[in-house]
């Protein structure tokens, strides 16, 4: 499969602030990526996803202002949490797929990003 | 993409086999089934997948009803390591996943 690197893995901010986090593609052109977020003790829950070279798809409830998608390469795709504040807090992780020889889409994700909000 | 229901959690002894299962009564034809795994503080990791025959892979095996309402992941011989959350999702080759609530399985030793 897909090798998957996030960066960084942890994240300590002040309130207001903005934190980028970066989803890289190790061995794999990736055209689109998916983000999810994961509060503590709960499932995932997708974000959006990532396109290279146009918009992002959000999820419905998911703000487009707040979470800022950017997918400049095959690569690497970027989430940029904007004026952060402490119920943003939370484990983002994103992750790429592959087509298996069976038809299914098999998803690689990253290890995480812990983002702590103060 | 159509619901799983699984049980909350799971307890197993280590090197015992562990059956989790996964009910998903209103599967379509083109779905597949598919189980990722989360270990504490990790982001997923893919288990295996199936359409509609059993599958084996190194990590586990797969049972698929035959009437695909349920299925069933089959770790062969439990090891501390196993101890994660365990997701059963279905999925019709769209690319996005979404996950339930999923297993929490833990091992003792």
């Known amino acids: 499969g897909a090798v998957v690197s996030q960066h960084p893995s942890r994240v300590i901010c002040k309130s207001g602030t903005s934190v980028k986090i970066e989803c890289r593609s190790l061995?794999?052109?990736?055209?689109?990526m998916f983000w999810y977020r994961q509060f503590p003790k709960k499932s995932l829950m997708l974000m959006a996803t990532?396109?290279?070279?146009?918009?992002?798809?959000?999820e419905q409830g998911v703000e487009k202002d707040k979470f800022l998608i950017n997918h400049a390469s095959l690569t690497l795709s970027t989430l940029t949490v904007t004026s952060a504040h402490p119920e943003d807090s939370s484990f983002y992780i994103c992750?790429?797929?592959?087509?298996?020889?069976?038809?299914?889409?098999?998803?690689?994700f990253g290890a995480g990003s812990r983002l702590t909000v103060l | 993409d159509a619901k799983t229901t699984q049980p909350n959690s799971m307890e197993s002894n280590e090197e015992e086999p562990v059956h989790l299962p996964c009910n998903h009564s209103?599967?379509?034809?083109?779905?597949?089934i598919h189980w990722y795994r989360q270990l504490p503080s990790q982001g997923p990791e893919y288990v295996i997948h199936?359409?509609?025959s059993n599958v084996n892979n190194r990590m586990a095996s797969l049972a698929i009803a035959e009437d695909r309402k349920s299925s069933t992941l089959i770790l062969h011989r439990a090891t501390l390591r196993d101890a994660a959350v365990y997701y059963c999702?279905?999925?019709?080759?769209?690319?996005?996943?979404?996950f339930g609530q999923g297993t929490e399985l833990s091992v003792k030793p």
């Open positions: 990532s396109n290279e070279g146009s918009k992002a798809t959000y």
């Open positions: 999702i279905l999925n019709n080759q769209g690319g996005k996943l979404i």
């Open positions: 199936g359409l509609t």
């Open positions: 992750s790429v797929g592959l087509r298996h020889i069976s038809g299914a889409n098999v998803l690689t």
């Open positions: 209103t599967i379509s034809g083109t779905d597949y």
């Open positions: 061995d794999f052109q990736a055209t689109t």
